[in-house]
């Protein structure tokens, strides 16, 4: 069900708010968050790999492909057909991971490999969203 | 001068952006519930499975040659175009969005600012992919037309990669010889069938015939093709689009429909979808037609069709449902197995000509606005007329739809930290 809030007013006036005139549009996270929209895309990270800088199992991944890869940059990758969210090492040629127990990876040849973008923010919930759980 | 760009079969590469594993596969889309293949990439072409035939009769092919078949993901097609045309529109003071994947642009004001305009074109098609993932092709000429055959090149004849800039007479003549008749915007393939039998085969043909005779033989617009082929100006975008004269809301449904109840909720949603297309373009309709038949592939044809005439033009969506439930339940058969249902509003006019009736009181358009200005601001069906019903089984069948990534929640990508 679609529950659509609109705002009820009883028609009386009186005075006129005083705050009226310093009004201005609230906070939005969008505008904090995204810096280029059309180019921005939203995914959530799966597993443990990057918990040493910060982004956990089902955090939310804010991905921008405008900004162009610098070296250790936090990316999300085509790496043979999967997204994949790595530390990118240009010099080397490699992913790196932000966990001791996982190790690098050599980009080769013959890998299928393209970046897809940069992870510019990551976002935790510290309690479940009700929005991904479903309900 | 002006610039088209344009996806490379679009809803194919829409699908490919969020699953890396499909990029460079052969992919079919298939039409509302999971009919006819409405799209087809290259590579699915070039295993001979082409657009526009019905999906059963190629099923297992695809299977047996590996084409990935998806039903329409329209909310990720949209939002994906929405985002492409934002980076198309970076690149030129003026925009005209003229579909779902394709967009001139104007140069006019602009041009000579511009060093090189080939250049300008490959940073376009280089921009859109890196920041949406969608391949497009760029064509740029002096007139709508041009910008549109020079589309053709870029996309079709080998050299171009892509993009191209007709500016010279020597390169129009060329690509204008490799193109048929019916490549050109505008060329039907009815007017198309009529040149092959005056000896007009190729473009080119087409841009040397005398404009006076194409009018007489053809029409204006045919002659408007003729001059832009030769690089004079004649059509502009904003005339590109005239309002609809009839108006038609009409689907396949997901399962047959057999009972009375089923049927009447079907012709009312369209009904509604079709009373509000009609309000979004400020007309109101004169008559209506209902319909209702089986599969034409079923082992006997059958339905009906009515067309009703109002005593005033209307586009209110109570009123155009109250005449299709009247007549359907009037129309019913319960031994007919129900596939396609649709609305027709004809004899469409505009609202502020309307001439008043005596003996009907005016309607008030508030109520519609309202519900239109509702729909719009929360989606799709915020508000609709209860006739419409809750959820009925007509409701389409996308089998294969994939996952909304761009505009549910629940359906982001998701991206491997192992």
């Known amino acids: ?135 | 001068m002006y610039a088209l760009v344009d996806a490379n079969s679009f809803y194919c590469s829409a699908e490919q952006v969020f699953r890396p594993e499909w990029r460079g596969r052969p992919i079919v889309v298939l039409s509302n519930n999971d009919g006819c293949i409405v799209a087809a990439n290259r590579q699915a072409k070039a295993l001979g499975i082409g657009k526009f035939g019905p999906f059963f009769e190629v099923k297992d092919l695809c299977q047996k040659l590996g084409v990935i078949a998806l039903s329409s993901n329209y909310e990720l097609y949209g939002s994906l175009s929405n985002s492409m045309m934002e980076v198309i529109g970076r690149f030129a003071p003026e925009q005209h969005i003229y579909s779902i994947d394709e967009s001139f642009l104007s140069f006019k004001q602009s041009y000579p600012a511009i060093p090189c305009l080939l250049t300008h074109a490959a940073h376009i098609r280089r921009a859109v992919w890196k920041e949406t993932r969608l391949p497009v092709c760029v064509g740029i000429g002096e007139t709508l037309t041009l910008a549109k055959v020079a589309n053709h090149a870029a996309k079709k004849l080998n050299g171009y990669n892509g993009v191209c800039y007709i500016n010279s007479a020597q390169q129009r003549h060329n690509i204008l010889a490799s193109m048929q008749v019916t490549d050109v915007w505008g060329i039907g393939s009815r007017i198309g069938k009529k040149l092959r039998q005056m000896g007009i085969h190729n473009a080119l043909a087409l841009s040397k015939l005398q404009p006076g005779l194409v009018r007489k033989s053809f029409s204006i617009e045919i002659e408007r093709t003729v001059r832009e082929l030769n690089g004079e100006q004649c059509k502009g975008w904003d005339s590109a689009r005239a309002d609809k004269q009839q108006i038609f809301s009409t689907r396949s449904v997901g399962e047959r429909i057999t009972d009375k109840e089923s049927l009447l909720q079907a012709l009312s949603k369209h009904a509604a979808i079709a009373a509000a297309k009609a309000r979004k373009q400020g007309s109101a309709a004169s008559s209506l037609l209902i319909f209702a038949k089986n599969s034409p592939y079923d082992e006997q044809p059958n339905g009906f069709k009515y067309h009703y005439r109002c005593a005033s033009p209307t586009n209110d969506s109570c009123e155009l449902i109250g005449h299709a439930t009247r007549i359907g339940s009037q129309l019913f058969n319960p031994n007919t197995r129900y596939y396609k249902i649709g609305i027709g509003l004809l004899d469409l006019s505009p609202v502020q000509h309307l001439q008043g009736d005596l003996f009907t009181p005016p309607k008030d358009p508030a109520l519609m606005q309202v519900c239109d200005n509702l729909n719009q601001r929360y989606g799709t069906d915020s508000m609709f007329v209860a006739a419409q019903g809750i959820s009925g089984k007509w409701h389409m069948r996308r089998d294969l739809l994939t996952p909304q990534y761009t505009t549910c929640w629940q359906d982001i990508p998701q991206v491997s930290c192992r």
């Open chain 1, 1 to 135: 069900m679609n529950v659509i809030p609109i705002l009820a007013s009883a028609g009386i006036t009186g005075f006129e708010s005083p705050a009226a005139e310093y009004r201005q549009l609230p906070l939005s996270l969008d505008e904090l968050l995204i810096e280029h929209p059309s180019a921005t895309f939203i995914g959530q990270a799966s597993g443990d790999s990057m918990e040493k800088i910060g982004i956990f199992d089902k955090d939310i991944l804010i991905v921008d492909r405008h900004v162009s890869v610098e070296n250790h940059d936090v990316i999300v990758a085509n790496y043979n057909g999967s997204f994949v969210c790595k530390l990118i090492d240009t010099k080397r040629r490699l992913l790196l991971s932000a966990n001791d127990s996982h190790n690098s990876v050599l980009i080769q040849e013959h890998d299928n490999f393209s970046v897809e973008g940069v992870v510019i923010r990551s976002i935790r919930c510290h309690r479940q969203s009700p929005i991904l759980a479903g309900d």
